[in-house]
Antibody, heavy 119, light 109 residues
Framework: QVQLVQSGSELKKPGASVKVSCKAS????????MIWVRQAPGQGLEWMGW????????AYAQGFTGRFVFSLDTSVSTAYLQITSLKAEDTAVYYC????????????WGQGTLVTVSS | EIVLTQSPGTLSLSPGERATLSCRAS???????LTWYQQKPGQAPRLLIY???SRATGIPDRFSGSGSGTDFTLTISRLEPEDFAVYYC??????????FGQGTRLEIK
């Protein structure tokens, strides 16, 4: 069965960096685009962008350029989200999710990773 | 830029009642690529409806989706206790490629 398993919660100081992992199993990793979604505390879902797991080309939503980097290690079917120069407002749950392009929908989600930025 | 507006913000109903949730787009949604998700506290979103009206695998038939163009509806025919959650709509294909609505909270009356 399809699973996306994310790394655990992180507590970071402002200015630090964090790297969240998302390990996929149960399907061929390079046949589905991976998206990243942010959910700030008590707020809604916000699309951050995606990475084409075949071409390795990322695309970033407005507001997520510069400090946010998507990457892959296809040898272990894992996607990564790195955030640099962390700010308090980066505190959120970050989800990876699989994009079923043919249906225009996100069919599988990781469990989410809470990143807390606090001094 | 396409914007999805969900209404109402909060819906208070009792188990057994019918729920009707709305999602309105600021421009036509490409190929009816409109999805509905359910999210419970502390959990990831769960796919309910895709393509505006197709139920995802394992979703009970009390959930149904309808609509086209700019107006879409999620209907829950008879609310079960486990249906009280937040519901999001999402579009794919327009600019930006993925957009979520702000969510509707369905709470027990």
């Amino acid at each position: 069965q399809v699973q996306l398993v994310q790394s655990g919660s992180e507590l970071k100081k402002p200015g630090a960096s964090v790297k969240v992992s998302c390990k996929a199993s149960g399907y061929t990793f390079t046949t589905y685009t991976m998206i990243w979604v942010r959910q700030a505390p008590g707020q809604g879902l916000e699309w951050m962008g995606w990475i084409n797991t075949n071409t390795r080309i990322p695309a970033y939503a407005q507001g997520f350029t510069g400090r946010f980097v998507f990457s892959l290690d296809t040898s272990v079917s894992t996607a990564y989200l790195q955030i640099t120069s962390l700010k308090a407002e980066d505190t959120a749950v970050y989800y990876c999710a699989r994009l079923w392009t043919a249906a225009g929908t996100v069919d599988y989600w990781g469990q989410g990773t809470l990143v807390t930025v606090s001094s | 830029e396409i914007v999805l507006t969900q209404s109402p913000g909060t819906l208070s109903l009792s188990p057994g009642e019918r729920a009707t949730l709305s999602c309105r787009a600021s421009q036509s949604v490409s190929s009816n690529y409109l999805t509905w998700y359910q999210q419970k506290p502390g959990q990831a979103p769960r796919l309910l409806i895709y393509g505006a009206s197709s139920r995802a695998t394992g979703i009970p038939d009390r959930f149904s989706g309808s609509g086209s163009g700019t107006d879409f509806t999620l209907t829950i025919s008879r609310l079960e206790p486990e249906d009280f959650a937040v519901y999001y709509c999402q579009q794919y294909g327009s600019s930006p490629p993925i957009t979520f609505g702000q969510g509707t909270r369905l709470e027990i009356k």
